[in-house]
Every structure is written in C-alpha cells, then in structure tokens.
C-alpha cells in the first residue's frame, strides 16, 4: 500500500455507498450490459450538448468480442455506433496470426539502435539534432511501427472489457471523432520502440490515451499504468535519460467534453496534459472542458492534471505515492496559461511530499480549491503554494464554475471510496 492509508469508512458502508454512487452500477439483480451503458446525464463535461452514449445504439451484428490485436483495430473502425467487447489481455507486440513481436520487428534496413548510437554520438555528430540517412531510417521506422500500435478509434464508440481484460504496448488514439466510451479495461506500457534524440534530449511519443480533437469522450474504471516496466530505470545516454514513454491521458488539439472517472492511474511520469500548447492556434479558448474525479493517481509523477486553456473540475480524487519508486515527484495539480481549475474535496497521502508542493503555476492566474485533505490535514494548499512561491501566486479567483456533476463526497471518504472502486474490474 503506498504512503499511509486512513480508512474512515467501514467496508460495508464503502461498499453500500458505492453502489449507489459508481456509474453503471448493477441494479438489485446484478444484470447490466456495460456495452449499453451510457453516461449519466450529470456526469460532468462529457455530459453536455447530449451527452456521450458511445455505441450504445449499436446493431447486434455491430456489436464484436475480441481477443487479438488485429481484431481490435478492425472492430473499432468506421463512425457507425458499435460495441466492442475486449476479452483476456491483447498485447500489440503481436502480429496477425498472434505470434510476439520485439522493437526490431519494425527496424527499417538502415536502422538499428546501436547504429544510431554510433552515428549521433555527440563526440562524433555534434551537439546537433540527428540528420541524414540514419535518422530517416529511424523515421521510417517509426512510422511503421506507429501503424501497428496506435488504435485509431472511430465515432459512436463503446469498448468495454468483458471480465478481466487489458491491452499492452497498445495506444489508443481517440482523434477528431464525437462519442467515445471505453471502460473496464487495463491499458499498459504505451512504449516507443524508436525514441528521437533531439540534440540535448530523449523524446518517446506514444501515451496510453492521446484524445486529439475529440468531442464527447468517457473514460471510466479504467487501470492506466506503465506495466511494470520502469522509464526511469533506463540508463543516461549522452547526459540524458533515455524516454520511452510518454502521457497516461492526453486531451489535447482543442479536445473537448471530457469525463475521466473511476481509473487507477499509476507509476507514471508525465500523467494528464489537458492542452498542448500556449498558443491558440487548435482554437482552444472554449475548449478543453474536462471533469475528472474520483480517480487514484497512484505515484504519478507530475500532470495529475496539467491544464492549459480550457476548464477542469478535478473533485474526489486521491492521490499517494510509493516512497520506493524511481519516478521523481514534481507536483499533482498544474495551472498553466488561461486555465480555471475548480478542484475540490481531494486527497493526498504521500510521505515526505510537502502541502506546497502538490500545486505548480505554469503561467496560470488562478486556481480554485478547496476541501483538501494533505497527510491526514486539512491544507489550504493555494496558500501554501502562495507562501512558497511568493514569486508566481496563484489568486483564487476564476470565473466558470462547473455546473454538471455526480455526488461530491465528503474528503474523509475519499480515499476508502476510490481505493476500492477505482480501476478496471471494479465495476459492480
């Protein structure tokens, strides 16, 4: 269990509120279809201008289980309403008869790692980002490989794990399409097989969940995580650690509508960036409306959110820390540049993390929050921000508030609540 857990609920009365409270709830019986389920008409951002229903209309021969990658990324094709259903765990290092697959796999004939190493070796190239035939192998490379892994999701769209499922070394890629749901499902170790050097530093380039221009989007108890394998174990190359990861959930590209509930985000770095960009070239300034809460970030290092722009309500989430990882602790919630953030009734456990550290002003004039729960405290943690960084305040002064949400529940219960609910298979 990672950092101190204050259990203030009993478990039978976790479990009778939960019942009441987590979406798509089995009624007394215990018969629910999760592939019909839509998002309650409360649930937050994705619940606006007629919500967000995914495939719930589909027809039954629209409607796909599925177990090999191959047959994930044609089921999930075309904007007709469809249901897919994910069965066992899929691994995208996999070709079309399922055999396994390894990073080199996809290595076009003038690449390999050691021979970009060779070439680009500071000593050799210079302090200069990579040119010529070598890289444009490792490009091509690259784009291969980016054809197989990422899943390309059409509109009107519900995938849903039929019992215990999950999806490795996938990404899935949520771009320029209208109501998305995917739940109950683990999704691992987003990993770049070809990472760029870039003149100073390594950039890998998958996230688990990259939402570019998407409207109408759910994503609920859902497992978002590295899979075990540790980015930050990798060794320095050239002064630089070696990056091939690269977002949990991105929602970025004027994205908007958004409802991210009821996941277990965990041992990730760069965790949540909600807009990409300072710049208003997407036509961000009304968009990025996304509402998180009651998720557990669980050793995230940094972005659990990072917002630009748009509007987050971020309510009920519990946030804690492994004091053994690797991952380095940056700061949970980020303000950066036209952004309003309402957070609300939070908390964190994590030992040796400091009150001032769990906010960041990347350029941003304000935050709301309130009702936050620090190491078993309550914490004015804006102003314990203020204090700390007299140099870049943050007022509390926004001017949206959200309007459409769920049950906001007591802090005490917070972490009780979303530890046992939070994640794939914990939907009841």
């Known amino acids: 269990?990672?950092?101190?857990?204050?259990?203030?609920?009993?478990?039978?009365?976790?479990?009778?509120?939960?019942?009441?409270?987590?979406?798509?709830?089995?009624?007394?019986?215990g018969r629910h279809d999760l592939g019909r389920q839509t998002l309650a008409a409360n649930d937050g951002w994705a619940a606006y201008d007629g919500g967000t229903t995914g495939g719930a209309d589909a027809a039954r021969d629209h409607v796909y289980t599925v177990d090999t990658w191959a047959e994930l990324k044609e089921a999930v094709q075309g904007d007709e309403p469809k249901i897919v259903k994910v069965k066992g765990d899929i691994d995208a290092w996999t070709d079309a008869d399922g055999s396994a697959l390894t990073c080199e796999a996809w290595n076009d004939p003038g690449y390999t790692w050691?021979?970009?190493?060779?070439?680009?070796?500071?000593?050799?190239?210079?302090?200069?980002?990579?040119?010529?035939?070598?890289?444009e192998a490792r490009d091509r490379s690259y784009d291969a490989y980016r054809e197989h892994v990422l899943l390309n999701i059409g509109a009107n769209t519900t995938i849903v794990g039929d019992g215990a499922a999950s999806v490795t070394h996938g990404s899935f890629y949520i771009s320029n399409v209208d109501n998305v749901i995917v739940r109950n499902l683990g999704i691992h170790n987003s990993y770049d097989c070809f990472p760029a050097w870039e003149g100073d530093a390594w950039d890998g380039e998958f996230d688990n969940f990259e939402l570019s221009g998407a409207t109408h989007v759910w994503l609920d108890h859902l497992t978002v995580d590295d899979g075990g394998y540790d980015d930050y174990a990798e060794p320095e190359i050239w002064g630089a650690h070696v990056e091939h990861l690269d977002g949990g959930i991105d929602i970025v590209r004027a994205s908007d509508l958004?409802?991210?509930?009821?996941?277990?985000?965990?041992?990730?770095?760069?965790?949540?960036?909600?807009?990409?960009?300072d710049s208003d070239r997407y036509g961000e300034a009304d968009k990025?409306?996304?509402?998180?809460?009651?998720?557990?970030?669980?050793?995230?290092?940094?972005?659990?959110?990072?917002?630009?722009?748009?509007q987050a309500h971020v309510y009920n989430n519990y946030f804690t820390r492994d004091p053994d990882t690797d991952y380095p602790y940056y700061y949970s919630i980020g303000s950066g540049k036209y952004s309003a953030i309402y957070a609300e009734n939070n908390a964190w456990d994590m030992e040796g993390v400091e009150p001032s550290q769990a906010l960041y002003n990347w350029g941003g004039d304000a935050m709301h929050i309130e009702g936050s729960l620090f190491n078993g405290e309550w914490?004015?943690?804006?102003?314990?921000?203020?204090?700390?960084?007299?140099?870049?305040?943050m007022t509390s002064e926004i001017t949206e508030f959200p309007e459409l949400h769920g049950k906001i529940h007591t802090t005490w219960a917070v972490p009780g609540l979303v530890q046992a609910w939070a994640g794939a298979e914990k939907l009841r």
């Open 1 to 29: 269990m990672n950092g101190p857990v204050r259990r203030v609920l009993a478990a039978a009365a976790i479990a009778a509120l939960a019942a009441t409270s987590v979406p798509g709830a089995a009624d007394a019986h």
């Open 258 to 277: 958004i409802t991210v509930s009821w996941s277990h985000i965990g041992a990730h770095d760069k965790t949540m960036l909600i807009g990409n960009t």
């Open 114 to 135: 050691e021979s970009y190493l060779e070439t680009y070796d500071p000593e050799v190239w210079g302090w200069n980002a990579p040119a010529g035939p070598v890289e």
């Open 379 to 393: 914490v004015d943690l804006l102003a314990a921000w203020n204090e700390a960084h007299p140099e870049a305040p």
């Open 288 to 310: 990025l409306r996304v509402t998180i809460h009651h998720n557990w970030f669980d050793t995230t290092g940094q972005r659990s959110p990072r917002l630009r722009w748009g």
